[in-house]
């Protein structure tokens, strides 16, 4: 039997090399991936911030925007025509009830005046005249020498007359009341506006306004309120309006746009007759005292009321709740520091807290930070939340110059050439070299 040619390694061709390098390599990682994994060591336990449930009365208040109203307001008009001769007001300033703004020129209503007299003394002289025929006619008549009809005559001549004298009392009456309206006054009391007109401009009733003026002290605040909840407060407000206006406590604050509270407390005034179809609102009418006319028509206006008090509310930071497809929840950390994800029903918002009318109870510890790191039913570490204090913002610091290297970067650095592997010596294992970036891993020992 022929004994097989045994090839050395120097005549082997490269290919058959290569495969055995493989295989050799094969061996190499199939027993080290039978090394047992190491043991995986538990997550930390996560630390949250919590604070107790807080249970006080708490005043409920509801904010409204609105405007501010004269209590009075009118527009000043010209009731005759004619050119304006004076202005007699300043602009902007308080004013009483028939003081003089304007003076129309009342010369031709002065001309007017004296004809409508004359006019009514010649009627009162032509009356006088048919009194005496008719007076005259009576006596010749009981004489007999003339007749029914002379009378009567006579005396349908004098209601003629008689009504001429009143129509022509009627027209001096107009003329001295087209020469009062010359002076045009002031309606009310309060602050006249700027003059739409100026000396020498012709008015009449179809000019429009002279100026406008409205009473100011007291002022109103105007404001809409929703339909639900006029319907919550409709008795009170009933109750309220009803007592006389002397009678009804001041209860409503203001707040100006300078974030001051306006000193002086509203009083309820009035609740419009209807709800407006279009917005579904109604309209709420609250005056307040205004000493030295301070605020103004038109000024914006916030509106802020006690309309009730919650007695033995539960109260968390508005930052423990968190809202999920229309519900609320506050994570409760247990005795057992086991965290519970609960349920709950809020009321309404107090500044930085929120009034929970169902779902927790006195004294529990609900989540304020860290909801993110904690999962339910899993142990929590925890440490009392501290509110964090209003941060002020930092002074600008002033642009440093750039420095060279700024100005210049450095070039990168050239890429370093790949090192050159040496083949491996006949029949020893081949190494892989790691890619870039890769960590290395060490040789495992068979």
């Keep these: 039997m022929k004994k097989p040619e045994i090839i050395p390694d120097y005549l082997l061709d490269f290919k058959t090399m290569k495969v055995r390098n493989l295989l050799a390599l094969t061996c190499i990682l199939s027993l080290g991936a039978c090394k047992p ?21 708490v005043p409920i208040v509801r904010n409204w925007i609105g405007t501010l109203e004269g209590f009075s307001n009118a527009e000043v008009k010209a009731r005759v025509v004619g050119y304006v001769m004076e202005r007699n007001y300043v602009e902007g300033a308080a004013v009483k009830k028939d003081d003089q703004l304007f003076l129309i020129d009342p010369r031709p209503f002065q001309t007017a005046l004296a004809q409508a007299k004359a006019q009514l003394s010649q ?28 009378i009567d005559n006579n005396t349908q001549t004098n209601l003629a007359n008689v009504a001429n004298v009143q129509a022509a009392t009627a027209a001096v009456g ?12 002031a309606p009310v009391d309060g602050v006249v506006g700027i003059a739409n007109v100026g000396v020498g401009d012709l008015v009449g009733p179809s000019t429009g306004s002279m100026t406008a003026m409205s009473t100011v002290d007291p002022i109103k605040a105007r404001f809409p309120i929703s339909e639900d909840e006029y319907l919550t407060f409709a008795k009170d407000l009933a109750a309220s309006v009803e007592k006389p206006l002397a009678e009804r406590k001041p209860l409503a604050d203001l707040l100006l746009t300078n974030g001051e509270v306006y000193p002086n407390k509203g009083t309820m005034y009035a609740v419009d007759r209807q709800v407006s179809i279009k917005t579904g609102t109604i309209i709420i009418e609250v005056t307040f005292p205004n000493p030295g006319n301070i605020l103004r028509p038109g000024q914006f206006a916030k509106v802020s009321a006690t309309v009730s008090s919650n007695l033995g509310a539960l109260l968390v930071p508005q930052r423990a709740v968190s809202e999920t497809q229309g519900s609320f929840l506050v994570a409760v950390v247990g005795a057992d520091s086991k965290v519970e994800p609960r349920p709950v029903k809020t009321g309404e918002r107090v500044g930085t807290m929120w009034v929970i009318s169902q779902g927790l109870k006195p004294g529990e510890q609900v989540v304020v930070e860290g909801l993110q790191r904690m999962i339910p039913g899993e142990l929590v570490k925890t440490q009392p939340w501290v509110p964090a204090p209003t941060a002020t913002p930092a002074p600008t610091a002033p642009a440093l110059r750039s420095s060279p290297a700024a100005v210049n970067p450095p070039s990168p650095a050239a890429p370093v050439p790949p090192a050159v592997v040496p083949a491996p010596a006949v029949g020893s294992p081949v190494v892989v070299p790691p890619a870039v970036g890769s960590p290395v891993v060490p040789p495992v020992k068979p």
Excluded at 37 to 57: F, G, I, L, R, W
Excluded at 137 to 142: D, E, N, S, V
């Design 37 to 57: 994994a190491p043991p995986k060591t538990a997550p930390p336990t996560p630390m949250v911030s919590v604070t107790s449930v807080v249970q006080q009365d």
């Design 123 to 150: 009627a009162q002289a032509v009356q006088e005249r048919s009194k005496l025929e008719l007076d005259k006619t009576q006596t010749l008549f009981k004489q007999g020498v003339v007749s029914q009809r002379d």
């Design 174 to 185: 107009q003329a001295e009341l087209n020469l009062f309206f010359t002076k045009v006054t």
